[in-house]
């Protein structure tokens, strides 16, 4: 089939001149279609591609976009081959909606993969992509729809619930690209058709109730205890350890960022008026307490943690004004378990820059991870006083402007997840573990020296890179990362990751979850079936998790 490709290329070339399709439309169509990028979009690789190259977004899934749908229409009808158009409305509305609706009732916002795509793959995806498109050249077959993952046999298969592609482990034929290719083109193609339908009032689409959500929620299976709005049946201790938990969320805030305290956790994030408010929930319950919101501004809690005397800090995102080009500094608040203010003070050195994670080592010292610095200090070390101690800049063994998730070990010192510069490719840029030197101000390797630590990296396909929570109640692990291939878990002593659970095990999806490690070692993760996005009173856009749709997956680790 390879050579019958190329012989078709070769005739291509003969033929007489016709009009060549801008790439920048397809890339225009890819970019609206692919929606919100993953919030390391700015984090590039040694050839300025973005860090996570197989994963395609569609953060918008449960939001109507009228101009995807034209523009895609649109190109359809003007720039591709008559073939291809004719294969794309020879779908019946029912083949339509079956693509629309597996997009709108997907418990994740985006694709992910079994394995990352090999570099081959990468370039033959993209040359048959445009003779699926031009010349009509399609696959023989339709890839192959699971039900669960454990029916996986062979070839290209698509689990919806999960939007899981499963490949092969080897590289993949034509056959098997084509199969994708024709999948995603007929999916973007569906999506833009019904959104048509919609704006025009030609179709209503109705969502299954609570499809998105993994498991039955209405019933109890096993030693699952499925729970509604409320609390749960038992306190966690050594006798839930294996239990699994799902609650509902009965608050009103938008969660951005969690950290565990000792009876219970403490949620960050904003209302839909733009307040940025602090909540604490016991342990098995969904049910909050405000601990703080008496910001200086709108906006949102954006990450926590707490100190060794069990205070809190809270990074504060301004919202900014109506049509400013520029936002404000981050403000970090240090609040007491009371609910009183102990101190405030701003963060980093550049407008709209974003306090991504915080941790505190066993002296109380302060670290962040900033999202953007002139300086590159992206590491900055305050005092438990608030008061700069030092900045941290990438150097060429370790960056962590792209990566960056902080955790304290269980030796009391603060570890920070990095690209491992040594270990970087064209395509791919691995992610180990170092601790922050507060200090001499530099990073650390876990292991030996950075040759021998960068043996443990994982790559940015695998891993989420600022996701990561430390597990210091448990005995076996010492931190947990998890990214849209899975869960991994990390150990000091070993220095490696051991993957926990795969992306089409976790209760829900990656992309704007948050988790902590609770008392009785389960990894409790927060998030949302469905999306939520408007305005403020003065006119400033939102957009988040929906309060209404957001549960508690208690998740026993393996």
């Not at 993949?172 to 084509?178: R, S």
């Not at 994670?357 to 438990?384: K, N, P, V």
Request: charged residues 25%.
């Amino acid at each position: 089939m390879r050579d019958d490709y190329i012989d078709r290329k070769i005739r291509k070339m003969a033929e007489s001149e016709r009009m060549a399709v801008p790439e920048s439309l397809n890339t225009t169509v890819e970019n609206i279609l692919e929606g919100l990028k993953p919030e390391n979009a700015d984090s590039k690789n040694t050839d300025g591609k973005g860090a996570n190259q197989t994963v395609r977004h569609y953060g918008f899934r449960r939001i109507v976009i009228s101009a995807a749908a034209c523009l895609l229409l649109a190109s359809v009808t003007v720039t591709a081959s008559g073939l291809y158009r004719t294969r794309m409305e020879s779908m019946n509305h029912e083949k339509l909606e079956t693509y629309f609706s597996g997009l709108q009732e997907a418990d994740v916002a985006a694709d992910s993969y079994s394995r990352p795509l090999m570099d081959s793959e990468k370039n033959r995806l993209e040359e048959l992509r445009r003779a699926y498109q031009e010349e009509g050249y399609f696959p023989k077959r339709e890839l192959t729809m699971l039900d669960s993952p454990e029916k996986y046999k062979k070839g290209v298969a698509f689990y919806a619930a999960r939007s899981t592609f499963f490949l092969p482990e080897e590289e993949m034929t034509d056959e098997e690209l084509l199969e994708l290719i024709d999948f995603r083109e007929k999916r973007d193609y569906s999506l833009a058709k019904i959104t048509e339908e919609i704006e025009a009032g030609d179709y209503e689409y109705v969502k299954t109730e609570d499809s998105a959500l993994p498991g039955d929620m209405s019933q109890e299976s096993g030693s699952q205890q499925t729970q509604g709005v409320g609390e749960a049946s038992a306190v966690p201790g050594a006798d839930t350890a294996s239990q699994e938990w799902q609650i509902a969320y009965a608050g009103e805030i938008s969660i951005r960022c969690a950290v565990a305290a000792e009876q219970g956790l403490y949620v960050g994030g904003f209302t839909m008026e733009g307040k940025a408010r602090v909540e604490y929930l016991a342990y098995g319950s969904g049910t909050p307490k405000k601990l703080y919101d008496d910001f200086d501004e709108d906006g949102e809690v954006y990450s926590l943690c707490t100190a060794p005397d069990g205070s809190v800090y809270a990074a504060l995102r301004g919202l900014a004004s109506s049509g400013a080009e520029h936002g404000r500094l981050p403000v970090i608040y240090h609040i007491s378990q009371e609910g009183t203010l102990l101190d405030s003070f701003a963060a980093g050195d550049r407008e709209w820059n974003i306090v991504d994670s915080m941790a505190t080592d066993a002296q109380g010292r302060l670290y962040a991870r900033m999202r953007m610095q002139e300086d590159g200090g992206y590491m900055r070390i305050y005092t438990a006083e608030g008061e700069l101690i030092g900045t941290v800049a990438d150097d060429g063994a370790y960056a962590v402007q792209g990566a960056g998730a902080l955790g304290r070990g269980k030796d009391g010192k603060v570890y920070v997840a990095a690209l491992a510069m040594s270990e970087v490719t064209a395509v791919d840029a691995p992610v180990t573990l170092v601790s922050v030197d507060p200090e001499r101000l530099c990073f650390l390797p876990v292991q030996g020296n950075v040759t021998e630590n960068a043996k443990a990296a994982q790559s940015t396909g695998t891993i989420y890179q600022w996701n990561m929570v430390a597990a210091g109640v448990s005995e076996d692990v010492d931190f947990i990362l998890w990214g849209y291939s899975g869960v991994d878990t990390y150990r000091l002593e070993d220095a490696e990751f051991t993957r926990a659970q795969e992306v089409w095990e976790m209760p829900c999806g990656t992309e704007g979850t948050c988790a902590v490690i609770v008392p009785d070692g389960r990894i409790l993760y927060i998030g949302a079936t469905g999306g939520v996005q408007g305005q403020t009173a003065a006119g400033v856009d939102i957009s988040g998790k929906d309060p209404a749709k957001t549960y508690f997956y208690y998740e026993p680790l393996k």
